[in-house]
Structure formats: structure tokens, C-alpha cells
């Protein structure tokens, strides 16, 4: 294949991706994302921006899991000096443990609102708004009809989109570009230390539109996620250590 019908194909591919609901590639914003090895599972193994995934949580461990999953990826949209807007029906993240993740807490705009029409209408409106590096809504459901409308204002503003799914009743088909499901694990220390060490999370990927989805268990350290070390194997070559 010669330049010219490389150029081509990769033309292709950035039309495709527009079609698909994605921002290309070659996005301000592409690559900002560390996601470690989930980032095999997208197109052009790139975090896709500009775009609405949605997480399902099934209990309120598993919601603050999430939070914490979704809090990580909006550091890094962050990075330089952004704002997001937080919608849900009551307070369930504690803003300056979001420094944790990169994130000033005055840089994040928090709406309570207890009707679910009207954290759509939130959710819808704050996607429009150019300029934000992401919204995050928790709604319980979501249809196809809802979940377009939350897609195309993305298209038009490429700002991200996080939907919340705590408890679903029913889990539609939506047009959300990507669908999660995120459980916690055991904190993890490189040299098993006592006391609390760097948060870990199982991560399924049930859905993600031109990608492979895929399962993770993954450890935030220094700003980024790695692959979680077999603690097992880790165990075992420190008690040959101490009995060398």
C-alpha cells in the first residue's frame, strides 16, 4: 500500500469514527486518557471523547467504585485548568477527595435535582455548553430516545458525557458509545506496606461501539492506570526474600 492510499484509508477511518458518534484520533483531547491496557479495546486504541458512556452500578459499593472510575478519567480531561458539571439527586462524592484524582474540587460544578426528567434536562443542556471537559449524570434509566438525544449534543459540542446508572430497573439498548460495569478491589501497595494503598478496580467493558470488549483489574498509581500485579506471585517472591 503506497502513501496516497494510506491517506486514504486513514480518511476512512476518521469518517467511520465520525458516523460511529467519535471524535478522531488527531482530537486535542485523544490520548489524554491513560487507561492503561483497556486502551487495545477502542478504535485506534484511543479513549473515545466527545462521546456518552454509561456505567451500571448494582449496589451503592459498586456506585462509589464508579465515582471513583469516572472521577480518574475526568482528571485527566481536566489536566489543563477544565471544568465538569456533577448532576444527581443527593451528595455522594466528597469533594476534596477528589484531589486524589487530579481534580481541584472548585472545578467541578455540582447540580442536585430529585426528578429524573429534570437531570436529563440538566444533563442534556450542560452537554451543549462547549468548552466543558465533562458531564457526569447519575440516572438510573436511560432509553434509546434519551440516550440519542444525549449523543447528539455531544457531536455537536464534543464535550464527554458519563451516565450513572445506579440499580437500573431495565437495561434498553441506548446510544451510548461505550457501557461499563466497574466493581472495587483490594488497594494494592508495590512493597505490601500496611494500611491503605493505591485504589483498584475490576473493570468490564460490556460494550463499546467499533472496539473489543473485554475485563480488567486495574491499579491507579501516579496519575495513571496499569495492569494489576498478580499479588499472589508478589506474595510468594517476598516470602522468598525473607527466608533467603
Known amino acids: 500500500m503506497d502513501g496516497v492510499q494510506k491517506d486514504i484509508v486513514a480518511r476512512l477511518q476518521q469518517d467511520i469514527l465520525r458516523l460511529q458518534g467519535q471524535r478522531p484520533a488527531n482530537d486535542p483531547l485523544a490520548g489524554k486518557v491513560e487507561l492503561g491496557p483497556v486502551l487495545d479495546a477502542f478504535p485506534q486504541q484511543v479513549f473515545p471523547t466527545g462521546a456518552v458512556h454509561e456505567y451500571i452500578s448494582g449496589s451503592p459499593a459498586a456506585t462509589a467504585a464508579t465515582s471513583g472510575f469516572i472521577a480518574s478519567i475526568l482528571g485527566s480531561l481536566m489536566q489543563n485548568g477544565g471544568s465538569c458539571v456533577w448532576i444527581g439527586p443527593e451528595k455522594i462524592?466528597?469533594?476534596?477527595?477528589?484531589?486524589?484524582?487530579?481534580?481541584?474540587?472548585?472545578?467541578?460544578?455540582?447540580?442536585?435535582?430529585?426528578k429524573e426528567k429534570d437531570i436529563c434536562w440538566a444533563m442534556e443542556t450542560a452537554l451543549q455548553v462547549e468548552g466543558l471537559a465533562g458531564v457526569v449524570s447519575e440516572l438510573p434509566d436511560l432509553n434509546f430516545t434519551v440516550s440519542r438525544r444525549l449523543q447528539l449534543a455531544v457531536e455537536k459540542s464534543g464535550v464527554t458525557g458519563f451516565v450513572l446508572r445506579q440499580q437500573p430497573r431495565k437495561l434498553h439498548p441506548t446510544a451510548c458509545v461505550g457501557r461499563w460495569q466497574i466493581s472495587s478491589l483490594a488497594s494494592y501497595h508495590p512493597d505490601e506496606m500496611p494500611g491503605i494503598g493505591f485504589p483498584c478496580w475490576n473493570v468490564e467493558l460490556q460494550k463499546i461501539r467499533g472496539?473489543?470488549?473485554?475485563?480488567?483489574?486495574?491499579?491507579?498509581?501516579?496519575?495513571?492506570?496499569?495492569?494489576?500485579?498478580?499479588?499472589?506471585?508478589?506474595?510468594?517472591?517476598?516470602?522468598?526474600?525473607?527466608?533467603?
Open 211 to 244: 472496539g473489543k470488549p473485554g475485563s480488567w483489574q486495574l491499579v491507579w498509581m501516579d496519575g495513571h492506570f496499569l495492569a494489576l500485579p498478580d499479588t499472589s506471585l508478589i506474595s510468594s517472591q517476598t516470602l522468598l526474600r525473607k527466608i533467603g
Open 93 to 114: 462524592i466528597f469533594p476534596p477527595g477528589l484531589k486524589a484524582f487530579g481534580i481541584e474540587p472548585d472545578r467541578v460544578l455540582f447540580i442536585h435535582l430529585k
